[in-house]
């Protein structure tokens, strides 16, 4: 039983890892340069891949997703196209950002915690299967 519980939530953390490795390197590519304003400061970006991670960590508990989507959605004249020559300069991708935001929680939500809870139920199905037939 012990080890059916750690092999499934590591396969679920391992699962998790990716997809949030994935996103990460996404969120760093797309809104790396983004100009700071509201939620977006100096802890809470994309400009390297460990804040990355750490913003993602919090979009998985839902806690202000919307006031960092916020800033990712900002267009000139808030922000300078040019900015140190990047192809979008330090303004958002208002289109791309939702799709990001969108995609991320669904499969978060829908696909990972959903995995969890099926471990958990299903370890706690068998514990009982094995109560019942007095294995424990």
């Known amino acids: 039983l012990i080890s059916s519980n750690i092999s499934g939530l590591a396969i679920c953390v391992y699962v998790d890892g990716i997809l949030f490795f994935i996103y990460a390197i996404i969120g760093m590519t797309l809104f790396g340069h983004v100009k700071h304003r509201g939620a977006l400061n100096?802890?809470?970006?994309?400009?390297?891949?460990?804040?990355?991670?750490?913003?993602?960590?919090?979009?998985?508990?839902?806690?202000?997703?919307?006031?960092?989507?916020?800033?990712?959605?900002?267009?000139?004249?808030?922000?300078?196209?040019?900015?140190?020559?990047?192809?979008?300069?330090?303004?958002?991708?208002?289109?791309?950002?939702?799709?990001?935001?969108?995609?991320?929680?669904?499969?978060?939500?829908?696909?990972?915690?959903?995995?969890?809870?099926?471990i958990i139920l299903e370890n706690f199905n068998q514990a009982h299967q094995e109560e019942e037939i007095g294995i424990v």
């Open 42 to 118: 100096d802890q809470v970006n994309f400009e390297t891949f460990g804040r990355s991670m750490q913003l993602l960590f919090r979009l998985t508990t839902s806690a202000g997703w919307n006031d960092v989507l916020e800033p990712l959605l900002v267009t000139p004249p808030y922000c300078d196209p040019h900015y140190r020559d990047l192809p979008n300069g330090n303004c958002g991708h208002p289109f791309v950002a939702i799709i990001y935001f969108v995609s991320f929680i669904i499969i978060n939500y829908m696909i990972v915690i959903n995995m969890y809870i099926a």
